[in-house]
């Protein structure tokens, strides 16, 4: 790897690093219970460095979201396009685990930005950021075979459904690594459900 690329990997370690733990002290004491010393001490970085890559502490907490150290998968999405529909597709990976870490930590997110209004805005940004990435992954791995509308309906149609769920507006839990098998068998019949309502506009 050349140097170039060893300090690009070096600034995102950083930078995921800040927001790892700009998000964990927020859901651990609030947003209000935790100052950016708090944040540069308990990371071992300065105050200039996380300057460098934040403006404030909510810009912080909201962006561990897209720099939470997952897989990128969609190059098994590419393999899938035989196979799977993209709605099909979308389920698939919605059910799978590191998706499901990501919906907690947009769910532990929009709980936060209810009780800290400051958050709202970044919050939505981070939403925004994510039905993006979908689109995109979407329209990269099936290319022309739908229209380019096809994928906005469809991304918001999904996000649609989703939202009640990540704001807390059911009473149904979304599982993690630790999650009783209940709650995650609960969470898949959601899934079922509101994807075989989704499958009869998107056929």
């Known amino acids: 790897m050349t140097d170039d690329g060893l300090r690009v990997r070096k600034k995102l370690a950083t930078k995921r690093d800040l927001a ?3 998000f964990k002290l927020a859901i651990d004491r609030g947003l209000d219970g935790f100052i950016i010393d708090d944040v540069v001490k308990q990371a071992g970085y ?3 460095t996380f300057a460098n890559y934040f403006s404030c502490k909510e810009e912080a907490v909201v962006s561990s979201l897209a720099l939470s150290n997952e897989k990128k ?12 529909t993209p709605l099909e597709a979308i389920e698939f990976f919605i059910k799978k685990s590191f998706s499901l870490n990501k919906l907690n930590h947009l769910h532990q997110l929009i709980k936060l930005s209810r009780d800290f209004p400051s958050l709202s805005l970044y919050v939505h940004a981070a939403i925004n950021d994510l039905q993006i990435y979908a689109r995109e992954s979407m329209n990269q791995a099936y290319k022309d075979t739908y229209s380019k509308e096809y994928y906005y309906l469809l991304i918001g149609a999904v996000f649609g459904a989703l939202m009640p769920l990540l704001e807390g507006q059911l009473s149904i839990d979304i599982p993690n690594h630790e999650s009783e098998s209940g ?7 959601y899934i079922d459900k509101t994807f075989s309502f989704l499958r009869k506009g998107f056929e």
């Not at 709650?183 to 019949?189: A, D, M, R, S």
């Open 73 to 84: 998968e969609t190059n098994q999405l590419v393999g899938l396009v035989d196979q799977l």
């Open 46 to 48: 300065s105050r200039r």
């Open 183 to 189: 709650i995650e068998n609960e969470f898949n019949q």
């Open 20 to 22: 790892e733990v700009s």
